[in-house]
């Protein structure tokens, strides 16, 4: 373990904002670990094993060198260490866990020494699959670093308890950035997305909350590049009610709602940066019962029209979206599609929504154009036409999200379009009040990959509770 030796020594002298909490934790002192001993151990972290198991062997030192790697990106990167781990290693148990949960991360009291320090448990079962395994290290370990920022969040007694959909999506984004080679976890996140991306944006429900790292990839992609991650959450230090809607309004030029805009509209072809297997709305393979798209529409099938009644569970929920496809492969050459957009004012529980209407030009995977249009409060309603779509663009996507908070059931709204005579040259045109339009620049992405069985089951079983 010589290399994982040296790694560790760049890390105790690399990491900002460090402070030491001494040697203060035993396993005999946490509940539940006291027949762990230590398997394979370096300078800032020790693996345990229950007594009397089989040593874990290179399984074991894999782990060590995926925590040191980790541990080095984030000093690298300039993140504040886990409390006390310049001073003595990090307690990390290797475990049978149920439920195929592969780990968590807790916090420890030094006892008779004022401070506390984290701790990693690990299932047993992941360390044979570094796909699963790296992105859970990296995701685990920044917990850690997240408390040295906001330790008001952590722990049985956390008194902020509004940013958990953000704590757990921005681990689950620095994931790939620590471990860029690994992408099966996020691609199989992706799916969850996508199944049901009418969830509001905070849902923490234990399965929707990982899926919304989608949000923060799309930072980057508006920001270009992920150093806006360390400033939000360098706003956080010192701050006990600290917001990540305000602190996304302070460091983002675009500020959170329209943010939350960009997100949705990238995320309908999923035309994000670094994971090109994301897998979006319309690449879900489905046989027709489950799908996240509210509407399909063939060029044949106009003029259509649609809805989604006030209360639906597939309605928009606070932040999230209905997305509807309007397929082009059949349009003629110089027609344009007109799409016509009545929204409800308010929520059958009569909470006023401020709607956000996206029509976005997609092709071969990407974001074309999109013009952006926020109707009236009063009387909420859209026309845009989208002319050149079968000389440009695959098709038109029409999104719409309510917003601020609002809990209770969502608000209804519906759809008409129609096909008539038009231009050759993309152009997307707003016929009603509302604001102008915006483009957004092209990135590649790429196919979508296998979906598990195991997410899939837990997005029906969740519509079958509801």
Known sequence: MKTACVIGLVVVLAFPGSSA????VDPADIEGFASFEVDVASSLFAVHTRSGSDPLGG???????????AVADYAQRG????????????LVFVEALPGGVGGYTRVASCGDTEGEVDYMVVSEAWLDDDERLAPLVAHELFHTVQRQYLPEAFGP????????????????????????????????????????????LKTTDGLTEYARFIYPLALEA???????????????????????????????????????????VLA?????????????????????????LTDFVDAEELPGDGDVPPGDPEGPQSWGANYVWFD??????????????????ETPDGALVTWAVEVVAASGGEVVNRLSVVPA?????????????????????????????????????????????GESELRLEELAPGCGCASLGSRPSGAAPPILALLLLAVVWRRRVI
Do not use: K
């Open 377 to 421: 409060s009063a009387d909420p309603r859209a026309v845009v036409v989208v002319h050149g779509i079968a000389e440009s663009i695959d098709g038109v996507w029409l999104i719409v999200s309510p917003g601020p908070d609002f809990v209770g059931e969502t608000p209804g709204w519906s759809w008409s379009a129609r096909v008539h005579p």
């Open 79 to 90: 993140w504040r260490s886990p409390a006390g781990i310049d001073t003595s290693p990090m």
């Open 268 to 292: 309908s072809e999923m035309d994000l940066p670094r994971l090109d297997g994301l897998v979006g709305p319309r690449d879900v393979p489905s046989d027709g019962s489950l799908s996240g």
């Open 21 to 24: 909490a001494g040697p203060c």
């Open 59 to 69: 399984r074991g030192d894999a782990l060590l060198l995926l925590l040191e790697d």
């Open 328 to 345: 082009g492969q059949r349009m003629e050459p110089e027609t344009a599609l007109r799409l016509e957009v009545a929204l409800d004012p």
């Open 157 to 200: 007694d956390a008194t902020n308890t509004g940013n958990q959909w953000f704590i757990e999506a921005s681990a689950v984004y620095e994931e790939s950035l620590v471990f860029p080679q690994f992408t099966r976890t996020a691609e199989e996140r992706s799916v969850v997305w996508s199944l049901e991306p009418w969830w509001a």
């Open 222 to 264: 508006m920001t270009a590049g992920p150093q806006w991650h360390l400033e939000v959450w360098e706003t956080a230090v010192d701050e006990p009610t600290w917001d990540v809607v305000a602190a996304i309004d302070e460091v983002t030029d675009r500020g959170f709602d329209a943010g939350v805009r960009d997100y949705l």
